[in-house]
């Protein structure tokens, strides 16, 4: 999963069942340069997404779907793609021609990000996808910054704790062989600074996991 560069990196799954719905998001669309994959139906258009392996073929950084479609409706895409642990992230708007608040809400609770009515106008198509993208891009960004921190977590504990743990061996056995009081009330010093430390870094690596 890419960070969204330019809009020239976009890709938008269209689902769309007429085909001069079609021609219009290609006039309105193309010459920002969306990379546009349009699916006939519900079913088609998650069959689009299951075919996607990130690689060659990219998951969509927006869905635009209608609502009334054959075999799988906009409303059923709209439950399918939030109930899936990955497609979930991806921003959908709805656009169609049913203008009324009852259809307006049915979409939204079905998972819906945005909805628009058709027929559609270009510079508020645009806008409304441009803001989706920014959507889009901070989830990536989150994700990614998530990844990170994971990694610098466990390579701390890997790095840290247990060379830690080690050493507070070694200042056991050292300990036994002290005879001196001094030395001895100052080893212990260090072992528990050592211990507090770690005591510190679990409670962390625990809360982010």
Same mark, same amino acid.
Request: aromatic share 6%.
């Given at each position: 999963m890419g960070i969204v560069r330019d809009f020239a990196?976009?890709?938008?799954?269209? $689902?769309?069942d007429e085909e001069h719905a079609?021609? $219009?998001y290609r006039?309105?669309?193309?010459?920002?340069?969306?990379?546009?994959?349009?699916a006939g139906n519900g079913k088609e258009g998650i069959q689009h997404l299951e075919s996607c392996d990130g690689i060659q073929l990219p998951l969509?950084?927006?869905?635009?779907?209608?609502?009334m479609m054959p075999e799988m409706d906009g409303i059923a895409v709209c439950?399918?793609?939030?109930?899936h642990p990955v497609w979930c992230h991806i921003p959908v708007l709805v656009a169609s021609v049913l203008s009324d608040n009852?259809?307006?809400a049915m979409a939204l609770d079905a998972g819906a990000d945005d909805y628009v009515t058709?027929?559609?106008?270009?510079i508020e198509l645009r806008a409304r996808i441009r803001s989706m993208i920014r959507q889009r891009r901070q989830y990536v960004l989150l994700e990614q910054s998530n990844v990170i921190k994971d990694n610098i977590l466990h390579m701390v504990a890997h790095d840290f704790v247990r060379p830690l743990d080690q050493m507070g061996s070694e200042l056991n056995r050292l300990e036994?062989?002290?005879?001196?009081?001094?030395?001895?009330?100052?080893?212990?010093? $260090?072992?528990?600074?050592?211990?507090?430390?770690?005591?510190?870094?679990?409670?962390?690596l625990a809360a982010d996991n």
């Open positions: 990196t976009v890709s938008l799954l269209i $689902i769309e079609r021609s $219009i006039a309105f669309l193309q010459p920002e340069r969306f990379r546009l994959f349009f969509p950084d927006v869905i635009i779907s209608d609502i439950r399918s793609l939030k109930a009852h259809n307006i058709k027929p559609l106008g270009h036994s062989n002290v005879t001196n009081r001094d030395e001895l009330d100052s080893l212990r010093d $260090i072992m528990g600074r050592m211990q507090l430390s770690m005591d510190d870094l679990r409670a962390v």
